[in-house]
């Protein structure tokens, strides 16, 4: 076996609200890390955990500790270690797995004429930060129903990391990325990694549920396109996988979406983008950049 | 080979201060943590570095970086990955070690009659972190010599893991952990660990250099034994092995001085604390308390 690792600094108001509701954050802390294992098809197994804290408030470290905890559980994680201290709120885990020697999957590796792949249905966490940080283009007051806005926020505040079709896409997936900061910025760290460029047309299956919530088709293809945080895996593989891939999508009960095909290296790593009727769509910001965001 | 982890946050102005320095920074920063897997007697084999900057200052990092890949060099170290994002300066490595599979020298094990063990010379960080506070019992300008001088600011700003002396107690320590907060108190969760108790009579030759300093004796004893941030390694061992470990200080050039012994578990973990004459020391704090320091 090999080992995987990774590691994630969550700072407060960077990476999420300091009022933010402990349990949901003791839970997205630890999933965001099992989602870069499962990005690379290893099986979770261990997580150590530093926490610095301006002060010692029980009843937030608890409830950050029963989320933190219950997804160790539904991951299979052992908390072997950590580090308590003082100061602005901060929090850094590192998460282990396991992969079969030779398995892992990378960022590099696409492959002209592969298809581009994702999971589920990402744009719907930024959506719900729209309303949290109340931006222009928040849905406070127009979601367009109850069930459509629970569901953003559930992608925002519990996101799901894809570890079973992390594994299931050894030897199938050419190159692998979680979608952390943008569905099109994560893209570009594979298409650079792999020095191939991409051409996509978003299919109407990914566009419809987000309009449904009621948000106007150029937000839709911004929060589809650049919002970060669903924490859904895009990955590349050859042709000859589609039927097995669209299977493998019935078995995991999860959407694997088609979104486009690996092209040669071009300047622009996304070389064309178009809507679900084949029209160009230009984008101002393509993903989250930590220091000019 | 069993794995072992250690990781560690360093918050600005809590751990370190702010104007620290960076390249010292960046060596203290891995150094701290290769010092937990000597405590453990493993050898150091990967690290991840997880930080956040309130700015992104390149000659900062620059010379951050030359400190921590120094630090890997040194102590045969592959950073093998990482985080960087903005916030509150905070520096988190996680570092991963091998040891074989049963041999990891543990917190808990002290035995009865073990006698107590230290590496080195405690004591020399505290006196310069006295002179970058600027407290009371700052020795700017009363340092006896700036060799000492110099001697006590290498020990608080380039620390020194003790990795081979870790791996050559593996059989040998019963229980071992680093001073990283002070020689009584880490001492003392080595002891509660174990169960036991110990009686400690400070030799001289830990007191003398110390005082050669310049400090006065109360300082020294408090520097010695409450002083964090020396990272020497103190341990237990059977008496059986004193002879042995006298020859391997020689080999290591490393100075092992016996400090005390293991005795039943009291109503005081430290049972009995003495100076070089048998005179009980009183000191109105053990460690530091990340809380309430």
Chains 1, 2 share one sequence.
């Not at 029963?66 to 998460?95: I, M």
């Not at 949290?132 to 069930?147: F, M, P, R, V």
């Not at 029209?279 to 101002?284: D, G, K």
Request: hydrophobic letters at 50%; charged letters at 15%.
């Amino acid at each position: 076996m090999q080992l995987a690792i990774s590691t994630d600094m969550l700072v407060a108001n960077t990476h999420f609200l300091a009022d933010t509701d402990p349990e949901a954050l003791g839970w997205k802390t630890l999933a965001v890390n099992v989602s870069d294992l499962a990005a690379m098809g290893a099986v979770p197994r261990w997580v150590v955990l530093a926490v610095s804290l301006p002060q010692a408030d029980e009843a937030w470290v608890a409830a950050f500790a029963r989320g933190f905890f219950s997804c160790c559980q539904a991951y299979g994680l052992d908390a072997v270690g950590g580090d308590t201290t003082r100061g602005p709120l901060n929090l850094c885990p590192t998460v282990l797995g396991e992969v079969p020697l030779g398995q892992a999957i990378q960022r590099a590796g696409a492959q002209v004429g592969d298809m581009i792949w994702v999971s589920g249905q990402p744009g719907r966490a930024a959506l719900a930060l729209d309303e949290l940080l109340n931006t222009s283009a928040s849905l406070a007051g127009k979601w367009a129903s109850e069930a459509v806005r629970a569901d953003c926020f559930q992608a925002l505040l519990r996101p799901i990391p894809r570890v079973a079709l992390g594994q299931a896409l050894r030897g199938v997936a050419s190159a692998m990325l979680d979608v952390s900061d943008g569905l099109l910025g994560d893209l570009s760290h594979l298409l650079a990694a792999s020095q191939v460029s991409a051409q996509i047309q978003l299919p109407d299956s990914l566009v419809r549920p987000l309009q449904a919530s009621g948000a106007p088709v150029a937000r839709v293809f911004q929060a589809l396109l650049a919002g970060g945080d669903d924490y859904e895996l895009v990955f590349t593989a050859a042709p000859q996988y589609h039927d097995m891939l669209i299977k493998l999508a019935a078995t995991l009960a999860l959407p694997l979406t088609p979104i486009g095909t690996i092209v040669p290296h071009q300047p622009n790593l996304i070389h064309r983008l178009t809507d679900p009727n084949g029209q160009p769509i230009v984008l101002s910001r393509l993903g989250y950049d930590h220091f000019s965001g």
